[in-house]
């Protein structure tokens, strides 16, 4: 069964940073291209960034990109998100998706939420 | 960029009742990476069609997806009370504002 489980997360000021965390299994991880996305409350869903198989091809969306930085541990099954210099809009519930082919997202972490607020 | 635009925003209707959800593309589309997913409250979204038209595993014959080019639409034959939800579609990394099916 595929997993995504998800860890980090939580209540930041402005300006400060988050690192959220992805744990795979059930499946080969280093043959999946990772996606992060996020939903404000109550809002739609947003992609964040994806990355290659080993880690050598990434993108950002627009609005976190030069503040966020995708990375994974083949080694480990994890994809990470470290999310700096946040914002009050960047709060949200954040999902690692699983890419199975073309941004189609069939398997999902459990989310978690940040929250930024001073 | 490709811009998504889900109408209508809201739609209220009763158990029964056909829906029918559009989600128009600022550009032409390949169909083959038209997606729709469905997300309950508190829940993760759930891919409802890939391709545009064909359906996930163990999704009912009551969802169908249809449409090329800029216009594509998710239909909802009969409502059952677990469809009351939100419906997103997506292209490669848009995805649209979505439409909501409240109970009318």
């Known amino acids: 069964e595929v997993q995504l489980v998800q860890s980090g997360g939580g209540l930041v000021q402005p300006g400060g940073s988050l690192r959220l965390s992805c744990a795979a299994s059930?499946?080969?991880?280093?043959?999946?291209?990772m996606t992060w996305v996020r939903q404000a409350p109550g809002k739609g869903l947003e992609w964040l960034a994806n990355i290659n198989r080993d880690g050598s091809v990434i993108n950002y969306v627009g609005s976190v990109k030069g503040r966020f930085t995708i990375s994974r541990d083949n080694a480990k099954n994890s994809v990470y998100l470290q999310m700096n210099s946040l914002r009050v809009e960047d709060t949200a519930v954040y999902y690692c998706?699983?890419?199975?082919?073309?941004?189609?997202?069939?398997?999902w972490g459990q989310g978690t939420l940040a929250t930024v607020s001073s | 960029e490709i811009v998504l635009t889900q109408s209508p925003g809201t739609l209220s209707l009763s158990p029964g009742e056909r829906a029918t959800l559009s989600c128009r593309a600022s550009?032409?589309?390949?169909?083959?990476?038209l997606f729709w997913y469905q997300q309950k409250p508190g829940q993760t979204p759930r891919v409802l069609i890939y391709?545009?038209?064909t359906r996930a595993t163990g999704i009912p014959d009551r969802f169908s997806g249809s449409g090329s080019g800029t216009d594509f639409t998710l239909t909802i034959s009969r409502l059952e009370p677990e469809d009351f939800a939100v419906y997103y579609c997506q292209q490669s990394t848009t995805f649209g504002g979505g439409t909501k099916v409240e109970i009318k």
């Open positions: 998706t699983r890419d199975d082919g073309s941004s189609l997202f069939f398997h």
């Open positions: 550009q032409s589309l390949s169909g083959t990476h």
């Open positions: 391709g545009a038209s």
């Open positions: 059930g499946f080969t991880f280093n043959d999946y291209w």
